[in-house]
């Protein structure tokens, strides 16, 4: 028996793998997750530190006729913890790295090389680390060849892939550079899934993108969203979002002058995940104070902010 285990031929006719994509906050991360997966997992505003959780998307392909899975990781951008919320989103960064086969570097061309954060980091893992350059489309070719050369020097990355994410500039490029290191293996999920996260994960974040979108200041980083009730029908989808908050204050903020702010997110959220969902939404929100949630560990987990 042992015998005929040694000589079965190592699995040549599939690849699979996980990629992380990791980052300082709001060097397009997200944006570039959405691109290669070519569906919007990630929310994406231009406030630092909109992602907090792990996200994978599951792209499923052929790729010189050998079929792929690529499960690519969206992580909370590397930030110094200033509450226990951003020790779990680190948690989740640490945990993706751990895990990746490929490792996306993504940094943009005004960033230091020198003392980065994510440094530390990628001495975590043995995989492959791709630097990506991003919004090249912000800086001449030379400000470009410039900064590759300091990285070349500084980390001698598997590759260095100069792209935009926002204009899908060397897209190809990159996904040719990490397809060809993905290891041989079977595909980890079903072919028809894009995500690990459920339908609920993605009501919640919806909702959460149309709060950064719309306050300024502490109001986006001092609230969560939690769908208490999200039941399908054969017509519509009920979804009932409650907004979390620190301070009585921080509430009439995001209800506003006779619940227009409120009103005004709502229908954002609700256009939004009629087209996610494909389906028509009936949503409800309400507002609550939950003091100092973003140190209350037992609050966190309850969230889902544990990897």
């Keep these: 028996m042992s015998e005929n285990v040694e000589n079965v031929p190592p699995f040549r006719n599939h690849r699979a793998g996980f990629v992380s994509i990791i980052g300082k906050p709001n060097v397009g991360k997200s944006t570039l997750m959405n691109v290669l997966v070519g569906e919007k997992m990630s929310i994406i505003t231009s406030k630092a530190q909109t992602t907090r959780h792990r996200i994978m998307g ?3 392909g052929k790729h010189e006729d050998i079929p792929f899975q690529l499960v690519y990781s969206d992580t909370p951008g590397v930030v110094k ?4 919320l951003h020790d779990s989103m680190m948690t989740f960064v640490k945990g993706s790295l751990e895990d990746a086969d490929v490792v996306l570097f993504v940094t943009e061309v005004g960033e230091k090389a020198a003392n980065h954060e994510v440094l530390p980091l990628l001495e975590r893992t043995a995989s492959p680390v791709i630097l990506v350059l991003n919004k090249i489309d912000l800086s001449s070719d030379e400000e470009v060849k410039r900064k590759m050369a300091e990285w ?6 598997a590759a260095i892939v100069p792209i935009s994410a926002l204009h899908n500039a060397n897209i ?4 040719d550079a990490v397809i060809t290191r993905l290891p041989f293996h079977p595909p980890y ?12 994960f ?17 109001i986006p980083y001092s609230s969560e969203v939690v769908i208490t009730e999200f039941k399908e029908r054969d017509d519509m989808i009920v979804i009932r979002a409650e907004i979390l908050v620190e301070r009585k204050s921080q509430k009439g ?16 959220a609700r256009e939004d995940m009629e087209a996610f ?15 100092e949630w973003r140190s209350n560990e037992r609050k966190l987990r309850q969230f889902g902010y544990e990897e």
């Design 58 to 60: 599951i792209l499923n």
């Design 152 to 157: 070349e020097e500084l980390i001698q990355p």
């Design 202 to 218: 993605f009501a919640s974040e919806i909702v959460r993108e149309k709060i950064f979108l719309n306050y300024r200041q502490e």
């Design 172 to 175: 190809q490029t990159l996904f």
């Design 277 to 291: 969902f494909g389906k028509k939404v009936f949503l409800e929100q309400y507002v609550k104070v939950e003091p």
């Design 189 to 200: 999920f079903e072919e028809d899934e894009l995500t690990d996260k459920p339908e609920r």
């Design 81 to 84: 913890p200033a509450y226990k």
């Design 253 to 268: 903020i995001i209800i506003g002058e006779k619940g227009e702010m409120l009103k005004k997110i709502g229908m954002q």
